[in-house]
């Protein structure tokens, strides 16, 4: 009686196992899918800022060649005034920052130049939950070659 009960339990058992694996690889599933897709926008997010990044250094880079070369003392002197780093970020900044905005460009010590610039991220996938955008920042400093 025994070995009869403990069939019928192991029938039971396996009637109600039917259809649980594919319940369960759905949903797994489903998890892969949203994790590729935060991953895509975590990488797009990553890779705009870096591209900010560049672009305040290279505009840092062109505020510091846009120096005066003066002689004092009989030795080449480099100044840097606030609105020649101006100049030469926003220059370089309307050429090649798409979509991108200077937001200050200045000297602090007449021989560096300091540039903030700003730009918004936009999610490639998941638009629905940022539909605004991010706003990016990115500030560098590049020194004059002569001092």
Known sequence: M????????RRADA?????????????????????VL?????TSLY?????LDALADAAALAGADG?????????????????????????????VGAGAALLSASTPDG??????VAGTWHP???TVFVPDGVALQATATSRTALR
């Not at 594919?22 to 892969?32: K, P």
């Not at 021989?111 to 903030?116: D, E, I, K, P």
């Open 2 to 9: 025994t070995r009869r009960w403990a069939r019928a339990v």
């Open 15 to 35: 009637a109600d196992d039917e259809g649980s694996v594919l319940l369960l690889t759905l949903g797994y599933a489903i998890l892969a899918l949203v994790a």
């Open 38 to 42: 935060i991953c895509v926008d975590a």
């Open 47 to 51: 890779l705009a800022q870096k591209r």
């Open 67 to 95: 120096f005066t070369l003066s002689v004092v003392g009989g030795e080449p002197r480099a100044e840097l005034t606030s609105d020649q780093v101006r100049a030469q970020a926003l220059e370089l900044v309307g050429d």
């Open 111 to 116: 021989v560096s130049a300091r540039v903030t």
């Open 124 to 126: 490639p996938v998941l």
